[in-house]
């Protein structure tokens, strides 16, 4: 069992920046790959972004990338979303998952444990 629970959710301006963490708890978190998905009213949770174990390789949906950068510290069981150039169509709850699928697999179904999710908000 492994427990996540997101912070550093807000509401920033559209081109602010925002920086979410995601602490992990339970079994061994450095086995694990960890994702960020995200989830807006009426719409259906979509893949944000993925890194590995160990850091070295990362994995991003097209609508952020060059936008967002994902990175971990296995050291504090934490992985981070540093969130840049935002836009209104950021606006979702977002969550972090862990999985042992390859980075590629987008779907939420490929994922084991989830965080809670945390809200953000990019006004215009």
């Known amino acids: 069992q492994v427990q996540l629970v997101e912070s550093g959710g807000g509401l920033v301006q559209a081109g602010g920046s925002l920086r979410l963490s995601c602490a992990a708890s339970g079994r061994t978190f450095s086995s694990y790959a960890m994702g960020w998905f995200r989830q807006a009213p009426g719409k259906e949770r979509e893949f944000v972004a993925a890194?590995?174990?160990?850091?070295?390789?990362?994995y991003y949906a097209d609508s952020v990338k060059g936008r967002f950068t994902i990175s971990r510290d296995n050291a504090k069981n934490t992985v981070y979303l540093q969130m840049n150039s935002r836009k209104p169509e950021d606006t979702a709850v977002y969550y972090c998952?862990?999985?042992?699928?390859?980075?590629?697999?987008?779907?939420?179904?490929?994922?084991?444990?989830w965080g809670q999710g945390t809200q953000v908000t990019v006004s215009s």
């Open positions: 998952a862990v999985t042992k699928a390859p980075l590629s697999a987008q779907a939420p179904g490929a994922y084991d444990y």
């Open positions: 890194i590995s174990w160990s850091g070295g390789s990362t």
